[in-house]
């Protein structure tokens, strides 16, 4: 299905915001992020990165590929850093600076919840974004609470992980904060225009970003947009926003309401080295659980 | 200025106020929570223009105020014990960051088992973070401290994150009068917020991030040099409170008779107090002793130690910290200190005592003291270390 052009478009300095000399992978999802929040968020944006793949991908000092400001924090502390660098903006009335959170999903899901919990409940204004590896690729692809049912990791390397995937963007709308948003790095459009909104509304934003890391899944580093395409065109991954208690589904995530649009979900799982073992109860719970989420998604649209 | 009937604590948080920091961020520890409610209290009825952050924990706390004060904030936390061990990783964050701020530790024991009782065990614990370390000793001190840290915390000369500690209860929650200056004054002295670098979306920096272990090594080296220079600025910004409120303390050491002593003992914190006492009554009974009190714990106070103890007969050293398996911190440090000129090594003895908030009195200080003083005047080897407890 033809894709909507966004207005207005992710301009072309995209480029000029991630600097050459980065120590990603190749296939990595983290600077495709990058260029696009810094796209839509301009210059005056300062991101607080606790420890994840993110820090090492930024550089080695004195250099830095992120052509923005960033204060990198313990693993657990963004969001309260955040909050304090937001609150004394506010009380020096800088008012057009962006503080952003760029947090993987195990300092988010995990060591963070705490003090995201925090954060959303103070509704501090500024923009959560976890982009979401499923794993913790830092350290070497061990597991997270974010890490879905049946996947290898190197803490769950003979069985896979036998509980599901923490759905963190669910415990954020229960937060009720002012906005909430699911993304993938495959729909850089769809992102950027989150990502405006976000910055339009005054508290606390979170936006879970689906970021396929070709490391730590087993794929061939050319598949990155594909696997995370296909995650969106089998519906195990929706597009959403949730705002004024009322969940809108994105455009990439619009036909696939209708079930027989979905391509099959072992087409997404055949793709990745991490499933190779998967047991078969387990995929069948991941089926089950992308049913249970669109019926999710019905009431609350 | 005014005079006020107040707690430790409250002298804490009218420090505070006088300096009105743009953010406070603090989370609920007994014995440290009632800095945090008068400051809240002080916020919401408009006696006070600071931000206070109801954060969720004291790792929070800390980070939340070292995000503020990178944002160019002055910023202001308060905890204890569990609290303060909570934080520990934030606490290196910042003074490794170079980002002044100031935190008062109201001390409470290291658990378990629970107990709320003073000693120096939390503030101890963070010896080697790369913080100014000031303790006071009575609730006048605190307050003169607390303002003082911010003035030392934001020379260019140290740029370092400055912590304040009192015993809980015994001055936390004890009431003297406390001589509160003018807060115009206050802003005054401290003049506007200064900091090595601020975050603020003007131009693009990075804090904090990869970096190679020479060059990281060379900002820890730059730390310790900081710690140097932070002694003179100690005694400069003391000076200068002095003629701008009238109370001087005499900078990282406080000397108690100790002039013209023969022995001294040395000491931190509230029962220094009943250590003077006692040293009153023995000189009455003509044991030429003295009191060195320390007000900073780091940087350590190297060259007064060399001075003063230097030219004794015997150092008798009271610590209200262990470091299980060793001696009490500032014994260990005094030691050290001296070793520089072993020539003039005195007799030594260290008495860790007080601990998990054991009440010491000033006739337990005058039994140890006198029992030290006879030892080495009779020729005999002192105690080197004794663990004094009271059962
Ligand atoms: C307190 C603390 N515990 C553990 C670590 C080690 N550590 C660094 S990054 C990381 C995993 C990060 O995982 P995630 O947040 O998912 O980001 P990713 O690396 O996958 O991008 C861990 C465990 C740390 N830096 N600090
Ligand atoms: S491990 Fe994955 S997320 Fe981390 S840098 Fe490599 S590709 Fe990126």
Redesign the interface.
Known sequence: MAQARPKPPIPYDMRDSFLPGDAACSGCPIPMGWKVVRAALG????F?IPACCS??V?????G?SL????????F??A??????????????G?R???VVVWAGDGGTADIGM??L??AA??N?NIIYIMYDNEAYMNTGIQRSSSTPRGAWTTTTPVSGKTEQKKDVAKIMIAHDVPYVATASVAYPHDFYSKLQKARSIRGFKFIQLHAPCPVGWRFEPQYTVKVARLAVETGLWILYEYQGRRLTLSGPSRPYLDPSKRKPVEEYIRMQGRFRNIPPEALEDIKRSVELNWEWVKKLI | MVRKALTGNHAISYAVKLVKPEVIAAYPITPQTSIVEKLSEMVESGELDSTMIRVESEHSALAACYGAALAGARAFTATSSQGLLYMHEVVHWVSRARIPMVMAVVSRTINAPWNIWPDHSDFMDQRDAGWIMAYAMDNQEALDLTIQAFKISEDPEVYLPVMVGIEGFILGHTTMPVEIPDEELVREWLGPRRQPYVVDGSSPIGVGGLTMPEETEDIFHGIQESMESAKRVIERVDREYGRMFGRSYGGLTQCYRCEDADYLAVSMGAWSGDLMEAVNKLREEGYRVGVLRLRFYRPFPREDLLEHAGRSKGVVVFDRAVSFGAWGPIFADLVASLAERPEKLPALSNIVAGIAGVNITSEDFEKLVKRFIESVEKGEKPVYFEWFRKR
């Open positions: 210059e005056k944006t300062v607080v820090s090492v930024v550089g080695v000092y004195p830095q052509n923005s400001s960033i204060v990198h924090v313990p657990a502390a969001p309260s850093v955040a909050s304090g660098i937001a609150e004394a903006y506010e009380k020096r800088l057009d600076v962006n705490a003090s919990s925090g409940e103070r501090n």
